[in-house]
């Protein structure tokens, strides 16, 4: 039963990843392999704050979110003027670069050996009220002004800065955001695992949040979670199987990229306020 | 009264072709005015230089009384100059609706914060944008195509919703990239009309660049030719028909 307990609280983990990567990636079309880069800056700035520097619980959370968002900020500045690829190439760069400072960084980090010996001060409800809340907010960010001109930069840069629209500014704000999220995801993730090391997040994983991004549909908040909630439960349920979850995975993945390029729910979203009419229009 | 819009002897080089040479021209309250000049002559060019797609390499361009030369796009916009483009630049992903609600962005005064929490004022402000969207919508005969997404719609419908789009953004100044590319003699005539009311309703100042004579020659008070990026001539309609360097430009030289 614990074990089913913790493979949940990963599983819901990784959602909070996704949600950042659904930000960046899904939302604005900014393609980052270097999610992993601030995980593991949420990870090692919320164990390190709390064990070798005694800071409170709360106050180590908060500071992984601060050093994330700020980091992101500075990445931010020279690799949002770059076109997509040479932007995806740079925060690949970053992430790695992130991963080898940790190794080498022995003293504060532990190096290869990682950090162990975090309590588990996480758990699942708290795992399920950030899901919320940080869906909350994309959320309603997605259906105001904000979230349509990340659509619109996605579309075209050239006409959306016609339409008014900083496109260096609302890259900027979304990859803060995102990275704000993506380190806060990270900081749990610490208290949840117990021990970190400069390998738990590497570039590959990073690339999966982009492809679940687009499994589950690039218009879509409800796919995200959905195609995220099922690729990594069904990753830790079939181990049985070994490489052939792999495999099954990637079929899966062709499948949907070949038929449905829009993605599984493709702009289709879960409105609770959408039922609740139609309950009403029922009775 | 003050012009609308000066542009001072302005130059654009690209790896040698000098696409725009030396152009010029004022744009007077309240009027039409016209460019015209064979392909490549340096039309769009000049309406990219307005809008700060490409940095200007010489010369001044004032809006008003500011200097909007080295501005980015974003602001130049902000500041009331809206465009159409020559091969249509819809959002694919966002709605007939939504995309007009794009272009009344830079009149919405929520903050961030606001928005992610969905503070009243954020709903409030929503719907204005969405009423004034829907107004557009209907003007244009739109309305029923408000929820489905722009690349869906016939061509010609896609030049109105372009259209539409600039207004959304309540200009002082509107620049049409050839607004009748594309479209039927019929389709033509409904263009002039529709932006003969819009000049009028909305006290617009209006550049068209176009290459159908009929329209430019019904609807501008003033016109531009271009040619190789040099301006060779400017005058009312009557003046450039029997303009012989103009013909010359057009037609080639006489046997």
Redesign the interface.
Known sequence: MAFYLKVLEITCLQTIFVLGAYLMTGLTGLFSLGQGGFVLIGAYTAAVAYLKFHLAFPVAIALAILVGSVVGFLIGIPTLRLHRDYFLLVTFGFGEMVRAALLHLAQLTGGALGIAGIPQLVGLPMILISIAVITF?IA??KR???G??C??I???E??????????YGYKM?VFVLSSAITSYGGALYAFVLMFIEPNLFNWLESAKLIVITFVGGI?SITGAIISSVIYYSFGEFFRFIDVWRDVLLAVAVLLVTIFRSQGIFG?WEFSLRRILRRRTKAT | MMDVLRVVDIKKNFGGVNAVDGFAMVQAKDEITGIIGPNGAGKTTVFNLITGVYPVDFGKIWFGDRDITALPSHRITALGIARTFQNIRLFRNLTVLENLKIAYGIRIRYTLWEEMVRYPTVGRSEKEGEDLAKNYLSYFGLEKYAGSFPYNLPYGLQRRLELARALMASPKLLLLDEPGAGLNPREIRQLMETILHIQTDNHLSIIVVEHHMELVMAICTTIHVLNFGKKIAQGKPEEIQHNDAVLQAYLGDKV
Do not use: C, P, T
């Open positions: 907010f309603n960010l105001s002004r904000f349509r001109n659509i619109a996605r579309d075209d050239l006409a959306a800065s016609l339409m008014g629209i900083h496109v704000r218009n702009s």
